[in-house]
């Protein structure tokens, strides 16, 4: 189990207990082995309190400065030693039977995706949920998909090293594993049961930066006539505000995917671009606290 964290003590403490309640529904044999939390270089003292009091086999490591979620899950992945990786964003919290479910991966299927349901409130909120009902619609379990959400996704341990794991550590690289898995004939594949409460609101800034860096980072360019499509398909949504609100991050995405600097999938392996306000991916220094691993 990975999970990246930064300056988010509270999310932290509700995703850990949510875990911990997931463990009670564990089948027999079936155990957590490792909780490792990442501290992408959180400054307050107390950010990563939750992983220190907890009760759950936790391992936590620190960036020596911050490098973002996805050198973080790389930095998690190289301690980890399971069979499977199961990642979770700091602001899900795993419900119902996720460990399960989590578990449940195999050699004919080695990775799966679920469902995501918002917990909060709000135009941004509700705008991101249309987009992942939009996503889900009509998917029945052990589907093929094109995506994989390190919010909410397992793993076998040896088919994310077969396929060299995630080519990109940027917004949305963690569908560069769907695509590599896919290729090698094991695709991911959609489990309605893998499901999370999400916090999805993280205000206008960070939507606006999210949907453009998501863009920037694709690994597939964008024609003009694609961006026509994206501003007619991404109106996703219950309301006009929200279907606006989606069209216009839909949009700001294609323009990212428009830019010259934008990769290809010739270069997609090639570099890895840090996130909005971070800097460039470093190696992390190893664990500073290891707390009940087994």
């Not at 759950?56 to 020596?64: A, E, G």
């Not at 589907?143 to 995630?166: I, K, Y």
């Not at 959609?190 to 409460?197: G, N, R, S």
Request: glycine share 10%; proline share 6%.
């Amino acid at each position: 189990m990975l999970i990246p964290t930064r300056n988010r003590a509270a999310d932290l403490r509700r995703c850990l207990e949510g875990l911990a309640e997931c463990t009670t529904r564990l089948p027999a044999g079936v155990t957590l082995h490792q909780v490792i939390v990442v501290d992408d270089a959180s400054t307050g003292p107390d950010a990563t309190s939750p992983a220190r009091d907890s009760d759950l086999p936790v391992v936590l490591l620190r960036n020596p400065e911050r490098l973002g979620a996805g050198a973080s899950r790389r930095l998690g992945v190289e301690v980890a030693d399971g069979e499977v990786l199961a990642f979770l964003d700091d602001d899900a919290v795993p419900r119902g039977d996720w460990l399960t479910v989590a578990a449940g991966v195999d050699a004919e299927r080695p990775a799966v995706t679920g469902r995501v349901l918002g917990f909060d409130s709000g135009l941004v909120s509700r705008a991101r949920q249309a987009r992942y009902d939009a996503r889900y619609r009509g998917l029945r379990e052990g589907v093929p998909v094109d995506f994989f959400a390190c919010g909410n996704g397992a793993v076998l341990t040896s088919a994310f090293h077969q396929v060299n794991g995630f080519s990109n550590e940027g917004v949305g690289g963690d569908n560069s594993l769907a695509r590599s898995l896919g290729q090698v004939g094991t695709p991911v594949r959609f489990h309605p049961d893998l499901v999370i409460a999400h916090r999805n609101g993280k205000g206008w800034p960070a939507a606006l930066r999210n949907a453009w860096s998501a863009g920037i980072d694709h690994p597939q360019r964008m024609t003009v006539s694609d961006l026509v499509a994206t501003a007619r398909d991404s109106a996703v949504g219950d309301d006009l505000a929200i279907r606006e609100l989606n069209r216009a991050l839909g949009v700001l995405h294609a323009l990212g995917r428009l830019m010259p600097g934008a990769r290809d999938e010739t270069s997609a392996s090639a570099t890895v671009r840090p996130g909005p306000g971070e800097a460039p991916a470093q190696r992390p220094t190893l664990p500073t606290t290891r707390r009940g691993a087994r």
